[in-house]
């Protein structure tokens, strides 16, 4: 037996080989592999063990006596294994990579992040969080942030809730990878019923696994049902003390007015330009891409104070970017990829406006247009400076403008452009704004638009037009003598004074319109000629058109309204107008002294085939619009 091959003296556990186990660096190459596939040059070469042939087997019989052959040569020990190429990850858009890890990397929150400082500090942490604001401001990013802060222990396993979570403890790298047992995120737009809020009731009960708090992050929750709010109100305003609520949400008006009472509210501000700006610029120096500050201006201006929208754009803009240009991100290629008009091409349609040059305006619409330009963005860009004039003429520092063509053109406009000015073609530019949204050809309404604006933009605001007109009256008319009154046709007549009797006749007038003889007081206020008036005695004449015999009326009424008996009679001779005709020659009084003004003769002049009417006597639509004004 000693001879057998089987038993030789070296003892069997003294020639095995030690596993080798596989690293982590590998066992993670290996699952990309699994999912991704893996190039043929990565793939291993077959080891040296299984190229040496298999040692033949051995001669059937009894294992004793002599061998039958020579001692198969021991097995050659393993080959070192080469390491494993690194496995190609896949691409991570920008805005997930630089998903804010740390308080200070989440940009434009400043009040929320230091209340939240403060409460940690003071130890009054609310049991419910609930982030809103428009997409991507970071509520979700605040959330998982906010587990972080409560949920760290520090490097060494012995810190508490901070502001400054560390990043490298099992809780943070756990949380930040998506994989801790104790920060449970749920997405409420597709886990809308009861059913779902009761295993969160149930699964509240049991203490934190690992962690401090058990944290529940329910994004878009105004997605949840009614029912299913009402279910988590009594969990929600009295939890265990180590569960936390994180609500997020871009719909807070959704919400139940219960459950915002039982919520610590952060309102998420929007992220201004020059942030946002700040951030790209920094994003692309990590990425090693260059950008023009003009294009990441743009960018800025497009996300409209979202930051994962302007990084998604940016992301666009870098694979848009043309290779042969080494990757170079400049305006022309945002514009291009936005439709949007170029700053240069803004400016000189701005200006063929302002100069009343409607050949030039078509020409650029159109040139815009053909590049791509659309006319409702075109409209918007014509605002947006008109806006930017605004501002500039109300502060006190320079134009704001990325270009110093673009700061001198708009300073330039601010001093020549009046307030009244800026204001009307904001007005106009928003109404074809309006008009090139609804039409059923954009580029048509656009052009129309556009040249109604230029006709505009030169006219006078009503104030400088009165002073135009005053200064054209006091050079260009003399006013009429003084003593008369000027009528239309040129000629001038004598002012005339209201006699004491025809006072009194008006007074008694009203005093029978007053007692309710309304019949009798329209005769005598439209037919009477008072010829004589005094205590109890009426003499009167009427035009020869009216005939009807009304003295008992009028005896009758003027007895009823004075208590008095009167003699009322029909006379002949000189007598008063009646109050009727009064008023119509006091107004035609009236009117050939306002046609006589020299700011009115100056106005007619300037405007020729303009009438004066009275408010009365003008159309409907017209007299109502004065009245609105």
């Not at 790298?173 to 047992?181: K, T, W």
């Not at 270009?403 to 601010?414: F, K, L, N, V």
């Not at 000629?529 to 005695?537: K, S």
């Amino acid at each position: 037996m000693g001879d057998s091959p089987e038993n030789s003296d070296t003892p069997p556990w003294e020639g095995e080989q030690e596993e080798v186990k596989p690293s982590a660096a590998e066992l993670e190459a290996a699952g990309q592999s699994a999912l991704f596939g893996e190039p043929e040059a990565a793939r291993p070469e077959p080891t040296a063990e299984k190229a040496v042939e298999e040692p033949a087997a051995p001669a059937s019989g009894p294992a004793s006596g002599p061998a039958s052959g020579p001692p198969p040569a021991p097995a050659p020990a393993p080959a070192a294994k080469a390491p494993a190429p690194a496995a190609t990850q896949p691409y991570r858009v920008l805005a997930r990579k630089y998903r804010p890890q740390t308080f200070s990397e989440l940009i434009g929150q400043e009040p929320m992040v230091r209340t939240l400082a403060n409460a940690i500090a003071r130890e009054r942490l609310a049991h419910a969080f609930l982030m809103t604001g428009v997409r991507g401001v970071g509520k979700t990013s605040t959330a998982r942030l906010i587990a972080k802060a409560l949920n760290c222990v520090g490097p060494d396993g012995q810190g508490g809730p901070t502001i400054d979570p560390c990043g490298v403890c099992e809780p943070c790298v756990a949380i930040a990878e998506g994989r801790h047992m104790d920060v449970i995120e749920m997405d409420a737009a597709s886990h809308t019923g009861v059913d779902d809020v009761r295993e969160i009731i149930e699964a509240v009960r049991y203490a934190a696994v690992s962690a401090r708090y058990k944290i529940y992050i329910i994004d878009e929750v105004h997605m949840l049902s009614r029912n299913a709010f009402n279910a988590l109100l009594k969990t929600l305003e009295e939890p265990p003390a180590h569960v936390k609520f994180l609500f997020a949400t871009t719909e807070v008006d959704k919400l139940p007015v219960t459950v915002l009472s039982r919520t610590q509210r952060f309102d998420l501000r929007r992220i201004t330009r020059p942030l946002l700006e700040k951030q790209f610029a920094e994003i692309c120096e990590k990425e090693g891409v260059q950008a023009e500050p003009e294009a990441l201006s743009i960018i800025a201006s497009a996300a409209e104070g979202s930051s994962r929208d302007g990084l998604s754009i940016l992301d666009q803009a870098i694979a848009h970017a043309d290779m042969g240009s080494e990757g170079r991100v400049t305006a022309a290629l945002v514009h291009d990829m936005l439709g949007l008009a170029d700053k240069g091409a803004q400016r000189r349609l701005f200006g063929a406006i302002l100069d009343g040059n409607p050949q030039a305006l078509l020409a650029d619409v159109e040139q815009q247009y053909s590049l791509g330009v659309e006319p409702l963005a075109l409209m918007r860009s014509m605002m947006e400076l008109t806006h930017r004039i605004t501002v500039t003429q109300v502060g006190e520092g320079e134009a704001d403008g990325v270009s110093e063509e673009e700061r001198q053109d708009i300073g330039g406009w601010a001093a020549r452009l009046t307030a009244g000015q800026v204001h009307r073609l904001w007005q106009l530019l928003l109404k074809g704004y309006d008009e090139v949204r609804g039409a059923p050809d954009p580029l048509v309404a656009a052009q129309m638009a556009l040249l109604r604006v230029l006709h505009a933009a030169d006219l006078p605001d009503p104030g400088k037009l009165a002073k135009i007109l005053k200064d054209a009256a006091v050079t260009g008319l003399a006013a009429p003598g003084a003593g008369t009154s000027a009528l239309a046709d040129g000629t001038s007549a004598p002012s005339a004074s209201i006699p004491d009797a025809q006072l009194e006749w008006s007074i008694l007038c009203d005093r029978v319109e007053q007692a309710g003889h309304l019949r009798v007081a329209q005769i005598m206020y439209d037919w009477v000629r008072v010829t004589e008036l005094r205590q109890g005695r009426l003499v009167f004449t009427t035009p020869p058109e009216f005939e009807e015999q009304f003295e008992p009326e009028l005896r009758d009424a003027l007895h009823k309204t004075t208590g008095e008996r009167w003699e009322v009679s029909r006379g002949s001779g000189e007598s008063l107008a009646s109050l009727r005709e009064r008023d119509e020659a006091a107004s035609e009084a009236e009117r050939a002294r306002i046609a006589s003004h020299p700011l009115v003769q100056s106005t007619l002049r300037i405007f020729p085939g303009a009438q004066i009417v009275d408010e009365d006597d003008a159309p409907v639509g017209d007299r109502n619009w004065s009245r609105r004004a």
